[in-house]
């Protein structure tokens, strides 16, 4: 039998052993491997405008949310929603000018716009609006919002 500094020093070199062995393995098995783009045109639903610089995030769903000066996507895999301005609709975007999206750690998505931010809450389906009120000096510096703080999420 092996005295127990022995067993621990022939542990080590066997588990040394298994990683260079894997390590030398890897380029190998990632050579079989086969990358899939996906392509979207208008058909697919999706509009771009050239020139535009597209800031996707992903949820924890899943969904893949895409910015844009024609609203806010919505990529579940298979197809696009698109989210816009509806007139005389409270609970929904109030431009389609979209500049930025983020998840919070409670799930919602803030999304920075040409008018402050909208905050969707994915259980209700709803957006709640924040703006700048000049009265107000609690409230968002301006309403053209291009970019979202980390500290804001922690």
Known sequence: MLPDS??????????????????FFLPFTLLGQHLNFQHFTAEDGLIYQAGYEIKIAQDRSGFLWLPNLNGLY???????RLFKKAAGDPDGLS????????????GKIWVGTGNG???YDPQTGKFEHLQHDPNDPESLCGNDVRSIGAAIFG
């Open 117 to 119: 931010i909208h905050i």
């Open 74 to 80: 919505r990529y579940d895999g298979r197809e696009f």
């Open 95 to 106: 431009t389609n000018t979209i500049r930025i999206v983020h998840e919070a750690s409670d």
């Open 6 to 23: 022995m067993q621990i020093y022939t542990f080590q070199i066997s588990s040394v052993r298994r990683f260079l062995v894997a390590l």
